[in-house]
């Protein structure tokens, strides 16, 4: 197995920044505005030689579950919002065209306003901050911001909203990105690696007329979170077993010519995977046995992609699930280069841990024997998804500068280059804020035209898309 440590992954990502002063780095930062304006960041024009999209959805099916794959294009047709959700990958190629920093972060890679929610500590407290690592890599940090202002627009559009809402939020976004930044690079490096957004500070931020209605929400999702909870969702008893129930085509036991079987050679899987884990954390997985294993099919981007649920139970027969998801190289690696990590799990579990304040316990990963890779977490924690086909324009724009706040910190905490960053971004100007949200509105366009290509290509027959497609 694999070993490497969480520094050597800290390295790869700083390693273009030289060891200098934070006061020499932010002057470095102000002097690339000299060769990449921050104005430029604004700019999207579709190149001759752009890659058809349609053509980068096909190459990324290779490797997926046959039978799903129009499950994935069936969820990416509800909307351009749903579609831009599941092309990380095409707007990765559209990101590596444009001009760049250079400077790297561990980023998400997938940084849209759906991949930020709220979700429980070991210590039981709601943090707000992103949840979703699939497509982590190290990589210039803009790709994130970009992938996230352009999200904002896509919102606005998909609630009604005008592009003036949906550009005026991008820029407030951006902005809380620049001023915490500012704020980060000043700070200890162990305070920004304590810093978290707690949701009791995210509430603070959110109108007064809707307060009240999230913290109720929160709440419950706090009161009724666990296993035990999703344990009369997906489980029961078939002939006085206890048995995951088959919800096809969304939860399902697939069947011997579908994909090899994990169950039988369950134990060398999970006992990889518990190599993975520290002592104390191993010993509590080891006070759980395996009872049944079925498919759940998640997300969007991921349709296809093998994700197991492993229903546990304890001599007490509490239930705890786990979920064994199957990961790929990021769809980032063509464009900014390789993990340190070989083993994909792997990469997503260490740049979670760097990109997070705190992660699931139960993170880990294992290699099945046909030599799929996997990372392993609890299926629910108290995951609060936030409700963007809800948002009017107070709420969207309080919102979007969480994340916002929210990405700097994690960028922060992964990177030397939080000076570098910084001084080129300003602490008075807000010319780059602007321009991400010319970019936003100009990139929200080109999604909407990639997704009437899909469409198209859909009624053309060349895609077969399902109607059993719901999230």
Not at 186 to 202: A, I, N, Q, S
Not at 246 to 272: I, R
Request: glycine content about 8%.
């Amino acid at each position: 197995m694999e070993r490497k440590t969480d520094e050597v992954q800290t390295a790869t990502v700083g390693r273009s920044a030289a060891i200098t002063t934070p006061r020499e780095r932010r002057a470095a930062g102000k002097a690339m505005r000299d060769t990449i304006p921050r104005a430029q960041h604004g700019e999207w024009n579709v190149e001759h030689g752009r890659p058809d999209p349609i053509d980068l959805l096909h190459r990324s099916d290779a490797g997926r579950m046959k039978e799903l794959i129009p499950i994935r294009y069936g969820r990416m047709l509800q909307s351009p919002l749903a579609f831009y959700r599941g092309t990380a990958g095409v707007m990765g190629a559209d990101l590596a065209r444009m001009p760049s920093t250079g400077l790297r972060v561990q980023a998400c890679g997938d940084c849209h306003l759906l991949n930020f929610g709220g979700f429980a500590t070991p210590e039981r407290n709601i943090i707000f901050d992103i949840n979703d690592f699939d497509e982590t890599l190290p990589a210039p940090w803009e790709w994130d911001v970009k992938r996230l202002v352009a999200s904002i627009v896509l919102v606005a559009r998909s609630n009604g909203l005008p592009d003036s809402q949906g550009r005026d939020s991008a820029v407030n976004c951006a902005r809380k990105y620049r001023e915490h930044m500012g704020e980060f690079s000043k700070m200890d490096p162990l305070r920004v690696w304590y810093t978290e957004t707690r949701f009791t500070d995210f509430l603070k931020s959110l109108p007064k007329d809707v307060r009240k209605n999230v913290k109720k929400r929160v709440e419950q999702a706090a009161a009724h979170s666990g296993s035990e909870f999703d344990f009369p969702k997906l489980a029961g008893t078939v002939g006085e077993q206890v048995r995951i129930i088959d919800q096809p085509p969304l939860v399902f036991h697939p069947k011997p010519t579908q994909t090899a079987d994990p169950v039988g050679s369950f134990d060398q899987l999970l006992h990889s995977y518990k190599e993975t884990l520290s002592d104390d954390r191993r010993m509590l997985v080891s006070r759980y046995r395996l009872v049944d294993m079925a498919i759940k099919v998640v997300g969007i981007g991921s349709v296809g992609r093998q994700c197991w649920i492993a229903l546990m139970m304890s001599e007490g027969d509490d239930a705890l699930f786990l979920q064994f998801k199957e990961v790929v190289e990021s769809v980032l690696e063509a464009y900014a280069g390789k993990s340190a990590y070989s083993q994909q799990g792997h990469r997503v579990v260490m740049g979670q841990r760097l990109m997070q304040p705190v992660s699931d316990i139960f993170l880990g990963w294992t290699t099945t024997a046909d030599g799929r890779q996997f990372y392993v977490r609890q299926l629910h924690d108290a995951k609060i998804k936030p409700l963007v086909d809800t948002y009017d324009a107070e709420m969207l724009d309080a919102y979007s500068q969480a994340c916002g706040w929210a990405l700097a910190r994690a960028h922060a905490k992964s990177s030397v280059s939080s000076a570098t960053i910084s001084g080129y971004l300003g602490s008075s100007s807000d010319e780059f804020d602007t321009a991400m949200g010319k970019f936003a509105v100009a990139y929200a366009d080109q999604t909407e035209r990639d997704y009437a290509a899909l469409k198209v290509a859909v009624r053309q027959g060349k895609i077969v898309a399902s109607e059993t497609s719901h999230v």
